[in-house]
């Protein structure tokens, strides 16, 4: 492949392969620099149009990219959008745990045979030794790191596995470019994805994380908040939505509650089968259901532009992952309502879990839910907060388009509160957490 496409521009075979008449933000400079073999760093808010970045120049480059990506759910969903562009089937292809012998033995002859342009693999599937060997036969024309944030400790989603894909990738032994992309990165995480992964000197590509057309919202968390789920969702009829739960019991209760209340809802999660997920997640995808009612384990990469709105039923573990799960809202750029309630039984539930983790595991989490919980209890504009999290200046003093900017919350003289606050925490001789504390002041029982 030439540096510049020869006789046909850039805008031309976008038309051509995915039908779109322009290219979004800086989806053709990203693409132009992956072209001349440049390693690349792409950081764009979820609905930015990243699975772009790579899936053009995979079709038209010599050879096949190996997409690295961390969901099977991701991966069917992209490889399907592919194939359904008239390609035929062997242009795209998945390689992971789901696949059986005869898959895999079809997989492997197309990518032989030079039909496969785009190879979408789990990092463990990567690691396997067979897998390796194999790659080293193949004609591989870039690596493509979607998700990139999972390599950071810092990132709301580590995984181990993704520190080991550069020495891997040295193993194979293909001098080829790198792209790496996530839609969440704060300037540590970026750091760290590029010191893994050795790309220092990368064309470096960040969008605004800035989402207008985004409504931010957080509700004090009550014993009525599943009624009041019930009820915001009952006045959006026959739009489409995700409620996120952090435990996998607490989303098939509530799939099963908006199911008895008349809501068309189904559950999604990593304990499911992986043909129930697959139908799960089509039955939303083609609108046969409203509501997916869901853990993390859903939306990464799922390409549904007219998600109206996210609704944490539980406060997130971070700032980063409460940015890319409501970044599932509105990617067509019309409406978007993020609605998280707020519970500071929730953060000790989590910071008991916490406590499983190895020590330095520990006081990252902790810091990154005090972040999450700074932002929660917060009377500041939220946009203004989640972009100072990732590095951006947002000069508006009301975004016009969050609760605290459009229902600030109303200020009292406070003195005599915090003088009573802290009188009681010396009374009880700093021994006990802030709900003890509260339970003093208000005189509630505590046995």
């Known amino acids: 492949m030439s540096k510049k496409i020869e006789n046909t521009s850039l805008n031309e075979l976008l038309k ?23 390693d690349t760093f792409v950081i764009m808010p979820t609905g930015g149009g990243k699975s772009m970045c790579y899936q053009l120049p995979a079709l ?14 991701l991966m069917k969903n992209q490889v399907d959008a592919i194939r359904n562009f008239g390609a035929e089937k062997g242009i795209a292809h998945v390689l992971n745990s789901s696949l059986g012998k005869m898959e895999i033995a079809e997989v492997r002859k197309d990518l032989l045979s030079g039909k496969t ?45 993704y520190r080991r ?10 001098r ?68 996120y739960c952090l435990s996998r019991k607490k989303v098939e ?22 043909q129930t997920r697959v139908m799960n997640q089509d039955k939303f995808l083609m609108e046969e259901i409203d509501v997916i009612v869901a853990t993390i384990a859903f939306g990464m990469g799922i390409d549904k532009p007219d998600v109206r709105y996210v609704i944490h039923h539980d406060i997130p573990k971070s700032l980063e992952g409460y940015y890319q799960e409501t970044g599932r809202a509105g990617r067509d750029d019309g409406e978007g309502n993020c609605i998280a309630f707020y519970s500071y039984d929730d953060i000790q539930k989590l910071e008991k879990f916490n406590k499983n983790k190895q020590v330095a595991e520990q006081e990252i989490a902790s810091q990154l839910l005090l972040e999450t919980v700074a932002f929660a209890e917060s009377s500041v504009c939220r946009r203004k907060q989640l972009l100072h999290y990732f590095g951006e200046v947002y000069h508006e003093d ?50």
């Open 16 to 38: 051509k392969i995915f039908g779109f008449d322009s290219f979004k933000g800086n989806q053709e400079a990203i693409i132009q620099s992956l072209l001349d073999g440049h």
């Open 60 to 73: 038209i480059n010599k050879g096949t990219a190996i997409i690295i990506s961390p969901l099977i759910a």
């Open 117 to 161: 342009k785009l190879l979408y693999v789990a990092p463990e599937s990567l690691t396997k030794e067979e897998n390796v060997q194999f790659f080293k036969e193949i004609d591989i024309s870039f690596f493509a790191i979607d998700e990139a944030h999972c390599i950071s400790e810092w990132g709301h989603d580590f995984r181990p596995e």
């Open 165 to 174: 894909l550069r020495p891997i990738i040295e193993s194979i032994g293909k």
């Open 176 to 243: 080829v470019p790198i792209i790496a992309l996530t839609a969440t990165a704060t300037p540590k995480v970026q750091q760290g994805i590029q010191k893994n992964l050795n790309i220092q000197d990368a064309n470096l590509f960040i969008s605004s994380f800035n989402r207008p057309n985004l409504y931010y919202e957080v509700r004090p968390k009550g014993e009525d908040a599943i009624k009041d789920i019930i009820k915001y969702i009952k006045s959006q009829p026959g739009k489409s939505g995700i409620v």
């Open 253 to 274: 209760e509530l799939a099963e509650t908006l199911q008895v209340n008349g809501i068309k809802a189904l559950p999604y999660h990593a304990g499911l089968d992986s």
């Open 398 to 447: 009301n975004c016009g388009s969050c609760d605290n900017c459009t229902h600030p919350k109303t200020k009292f003289e406070g003195m005599e509160a915090v003088e009573l606050v802290l009188e009681t925490v010396l009374a009880v001789k700093q021994l006990f957490k802030a709900k003890h504390i509260i339970g003093v002041i208000t005189g509630k029982l505590s046995a």
